[in-house]
C-alpha cells in the first residue's frame, strides 16, 4: 500500500514566536509549535526536562498504603516475595524493588512465573506455593495482577498478604488485594500512562522516603534512586508506553543513569551490544540492543537469569550472564525470521484474508515466547490489527498475542469478542490472549467483525505525518543536534520525519548488513550530499536506480557517531518518485 504524506501547517505566529522566544531554527520551532499546542510556556517546560517536574509518587493511587506496609513488613523482618512478570517492563520492574529492598536490609526474594508452563501473571498454584513454604510472607506484584481476581480471591483465603502494583487495563472487577497500585484508579494522579516499572520505581521512591526522615531519602537510598532510573527507562521505552509527561523525564534521566550509574550487568551488557564507548545513549538504543536481550531471557524461559543479571554484583558471573543473553537473543531471531515467514505463507494461502481489516493467524510450529515480536512485525508488514497463536500438541490452551496498528484499540475490541477466550489481558497496542484451539475460527471471524465495524470498513492507511519539508544542505551537526533535544524519542514523542524534494542519487545504492538487507546511499539536492540508511529496505536499490533523475524522499535525521567521527545522516523512511504531499508547508533548518 503507498504511503501518503502529510504536512500540517503550523499557526505562523506562533511559530515566529517561539524561534523568537527559545532562539531555535524554523524546523524546531514548527515541530516544538505542534508537540506543545503553540505554548512558549509549554515548550520552554517540554525542553527543560527536569527532574522535579516529576509526579509525587504519595498521589499515585495505592502507593502510601503499599509502602506502609512493606516498611512494616522490612521492619518486621519478615519475608518478602517480589512476584513479576517474565517481559522486560517486567524483569526490570522485579531488579528494581528487589534492589530497594535488599539496600533496606529485607529478607527478599522473587517469582516469576515461567512463560511455557505457567504463563501471564499471577497463578493460584505459586501463590500456594509460596504461601506453603512462608505462609507469612508479603507478595508484592510488579507489572502484572490488576486482572486476577480469582488468584486474589484465593491469597485472601490463604492468609497470604498481598499487594498488586500493575498498569495493565483493569478489567470491569477489581481482584481484592491488601492494596492494588495503578496509576489509573481513581484519585489525584495526574499521569496514567506509566508503565510497570515506572510503578515500581514510584513505590520504590515512597518506600526510601519512609526509610528516611519521612519526605526525602537517606543519602545511600537517594544514590539508589537515581540509578534505578536506568531501569525504570529500559521497562518504559520496552513497554512502548507514552514518552511525555515524566515517562519522557524518566527516561532522559534514566538514559544517563545508564551511563553514568551502570550496575556490573549492566556493564556486560552495554560492552556486548557495542554501546559501552557511546558518549551518550539514545532511547533507540535501548529498543534496538538492550531490551531485546533482556526479553530472550523471558521469552525462551529463563527470566530470571535476565534479574540476575540486572542484580548481580560479580563482573565475572555478570559477563557470563551478559554473553549468554546476547546468545539467546541470536537464537530467538531466528526464530523470529522463521516465523514470519511462516505468518506471510498462511496470509499469501488464503485470498479473503489478505482483505480482511484485522488478522488471525494459528501455526503448531510456533514458540509462544516470541510470537508477540512477530505479531508486531506481521501488523506493521500488512498494516493492520494482528493476532497469532501458538499451538502445542496435547496443550489445552492456544496462546496468543496481538499487536494493534494505526492507532486502533486492541484491547477494546478483544473484550467485545471475549465469549470466546480462556483469558486475555494487555492495553490499547498489546494484548495476551489464551483461546480453546477448536475456538479459533470463530474467534477470527466475531474479531474481524468487531474490527470492521469499529473502523468503518476503510482500509487501514499508512500515513507518513511529515514535520517540515527542508533542504539536505541544511542538515548539518549543528541543526540535527538542536532537534535531538526534543527527545528521548519513541511512543508519543517520536523522532522528527522531514521531507526534501527534487533528491537525485550521488553514486550506486549499496546493499549492507546481514543478509544484505538493508541500504546505503548517498542523496544529492542543490549540489549538497548526505549519507542516508534504509533499513530493511534492500529492495528499494533497483527501485530507485530507475525512478529517473530526481525523486522525493521522507526520512529522519540523526547524528552518526563512529570513531570519533560525528556527522549528520538521515534514516530513509520512503521516497515517491512525484511526492504526494497534503497541504505542503516548507520551512528552512
Given at each position: ?86 517481559d ?12 530497594c529492598?535488599?539496600?533496606a ?22 501463590l ?7 505462609p ?30 500493575d ?5 470491569v ?20 500512562e ?12 515512597a ?7 519521612g519526605?526525602k ?19 518504559t ?41 557511546r ?11 538492550i ?7 523471558g ?30 537473543n ?42 508477540g ?42 473484550t ?16 495476551g ?10 474467534f ?8 470492521s465495524t ?17 533542504r ?13 533535544q ?5 511512543m508519543g ?18 546493499k ?39 525523486f ?5 535525521p ?32
Open positions: 500500500m503507498a504511503k501518503r504524506w502529510r504536512i500540517t501547517p503550523c499557526d505562523e505566529l506562533a511559530l515566529r514566536e517561539l524561534v523568537r522566544g527559545l532562539g531555535v531554527s524554523a524546523v524546531t520551532g514548527q515541530i516544538l509549535s505542534r508537540r506543545c499546542q503553540g505554548s512558549l510556556e509549554v515548550a520552554r517546560e517540554f525542553l527543560s526536562r527536569k527532574l522535579v517536574s516529576l509526579h509525587d509518587p504519595e498521589r499515585l493511587p495505592g502507593v502510601p498504603a503499599a509502602a506502609d506496609r512493606i516498611v512494616a513488613a522490612l521492619k518486621a523482618g519478615r519475608r518478602i516475595t517480589v512476584y513479576g512478570d517474565y522486560v517492563d517486567g524483569v526490570t520492574s522485579v531488579s528494581l524493588l528487589w534492589h529492598l535488599k539496600l536490609g529485607g529478607q527478599v526474594d522473587y517469582y516469576i512465573p515461567s512463560r511455557m508452563e505457567e504463563g501471564y501473571g499471577l497463578n493460584c498454584e505459586a500456594r506455593q509460596l504461601h506453603a513454604e512462608e507469612t510472607r508479603l507478595v508484592v506484584t510488579v507489572d502484572c495482577g490488576i486482572t486476577s481476581v480469582e488468584e486474589a480471591r484465593v491469597a485472601r483465603e490463604l492468609g497470604l498478604e498481598l499487594i498488586i502494583t498498569h495493565h487495563q483493569p478489567d472487577s477489581l481482584p481484592e488485594a491488601d492494596v492494588l497500585v495503578h496509576p489509573r484508579l481513581p484519585g489525584a494522579y495526574p499521569f496514567g506509566l508503565c510497570g516499572v515506572g510503578v515500581a520505581f514510584k513505590l520504590a521512591w518506600i526510601c522516603a519512609r526509610l528516611g526522615d519526605r531519602a537517606s543519602p545511600a537510598m537517594r544514590e539508589f534512586l537515581l540509578s534505578a532510573l536506568g531501569l525504570t527507562a529500559i521497562g521505552v520496552a513497554d512502548c508506553v507514552p514518552l511525555v509527561d515524566e515517562n519522557r523525564v524518566i527516561v532522559h534521566y534514566g538514559l544517563q543513569s545508564l551511563h553514568d550509574r551502570a550496575s556490573p550487568g549492566m556493564k556486560e551488557l552495554l560492552k556486548i551490544a557495542n554501546l559501552h564507548q558518549e551518550a545513549l539514545q532511547a533507540e538504543d535501548v529498543g534496538f540492543a531490551a531485546p536481550r533482556i526479553n530472550a531471557a521469552r525462551l524461559g529463563q527470566a530470571r537469569l535476565a534479574v540476575e543479571l540486572l542484580t548481580t554484583d560479580q563482573p565475572q558471573r555478570a559477563a557470563d550472564l551478559a554473553k549468554y543473553l546476547d546468545e539467546l541470536r537464537n530467538r531471531q531466528t526464530v523470529e525470521r522463521r516465523m514470519l515467514k511462516q505468518a506471510k505463507e498462511l496470509v499469501a494461502e488464503s485470498a479473503a484474508w489478505s482483505s480482511d481489516q484485522a488478522l488471525v493467524l494459528a501455526h503448531e510450529d510456533w514458540h509462544p515466547g516470541v510470537i515480536i512477530v505479531a508486531g512485525r506481521v501488523a506493521e508488514h500488512f498494516q493492520r490489527p494482528a493476532i497469532l497463536f501458538a499451538l502445542s500438541a496435547g496443550k489445552e490452551y492456544a496462546q496468543g498475542s496481538g499487536r494493534t496498528f494505526g492507532g486502533y484499540n486492541l484491547h477494546g475490541g478483544v467485545i469478542c471475549r465469549e470466546h477466550l480462556a483469558s486475555f489481558g494487555g492495553h490499547h497496542a498489546a494484548i490472549l489464551k483461546i480453546e484451539p477448536s475456538r479459533i475460527d470463530e477470527r471471524r466475531d474479531f474481524i467483525r468487531v474490527v469499529q473502523t468503518d470498513n476503510i482500509p487501514f492507511e499508512d500515513d507518513l505525518s511529515i514535520d517540515a519539508e527542508v539536505l544542505g541544511d542538515l548539518s551537526v549543528k541543526s540535527v543536534t538542536e532537534l535531538e526534543l527527545g528521548p524519542f519513541g514523542n517520536r523522532r522528527p520525519i522531514l521531507s526534501a524534494s527534487r533528491v537525485e542519487l550521488a553514486g550506486s545504492p549499496k549492507i548488513g546481514e543478509g544484505e538487507r538493508h541500504l546505503s546511499l548517498t542523496l544529492k539536492q542543490y549540489g549538497s550530499t548526505i549519507r542516508a540508511v534504509a533499513f530493511g529496505k534492500a529492495e528499494w536499490a533497483e527501485e530507485l536506480a530507475a525512478a529517473g533523475p530526481h522525493s524522499v521522507c526520512f529522519q540523526v547524528i552518526n557517531r563512529f570513531n570519533g567521527r560525528v556527522s549528520a545522516e538521515v534514516q530513509l523512511l520512503d521516497w515517491q518518485p512525484s511526492a504526494v504531499v497534503e497541504e505542503p508547508a516548507t520551512v528552512t533548518a
